[in-house]
């Protein structure tokens, strides 16, 4: 048996505790078959599959900082990635036409193929691994879920602001 975050628990542990890490098990696991599939099935890993998919969202392109932020990545793992991506073909890097520091990053036709044929199969991957619920509890799940997330954002918005710690 393997053990994951949720080896953590025991029955002490506060009812909270043992649903986050519950959550974060079943994160971890779909997220590796992902990562393994990925890399077996098309020689490519998670952050290039993500870099390729907010492209493919954004027709005109998105600047290097875009790309980072809604990644929530560094830039230097953003130009990394953009890089090897670029090398092989699959995006072009211009300057941006209205900030002379920026660059826009755009899927090439090449690319966008390439994105699709993995997202088509993804999609499908996605599919094998809730299919452990049927529609009704997928639907109840995913109401639940919205809920927290309103809550979270409540939450993160009402936080005081504290001063940063003395080092």
């Known amino acids: 048996m393997t053990t994951d975050v949720e080896s953590r628990v025991s029955n002490d542990h506060h009812q909270a505790l ?22 077996r099935e098309f020689a490519t ?18 600047t290097m900082g875009e790309l980072s932020q809604r990644l929530m990545v ?16 699959l995006v072009t890097r211009a300057p941006h036409p209205s900030d002379r520091r920026a660059f826009s990053v755009q899927l090439t036709p090449a690319g966008r193929r390439q994105f699709r044929r993995m997202a088509s199969v993804h999609e499908q991957w996605v ?13 109840q799940v995913y109401a639940l879920l919205a809920g927290l997330k309103r809550h979270l954002a409540t939450v993160d918005a009402a936080a005081p602001k504290r001063s940063k710690p003395r080092t």
């Open 18 to 39: 043992k649903l986050w890490l519950r959550l974060l098990a079943c994160t971890t696991r779909v997220e590796g078959v992902v990562r393994n599939r990925l890399r």
């Open 45 to 62: 890993t998670l952050p290039r599959f993500d870099l390729l998919a907010q492209l493919e969202r954004e027709p005109d392109g998105l």
């Open 74 to 89: 560094t830039g230097g793992n953003v130009t990394g990635v953009t890089d090897q991506l670029e090398a092989e073909g």
């Open 127 to 139: 599919i094998e691994l809730f299919a452990g619920w049927d529609a009704d509890e997928k639907n």
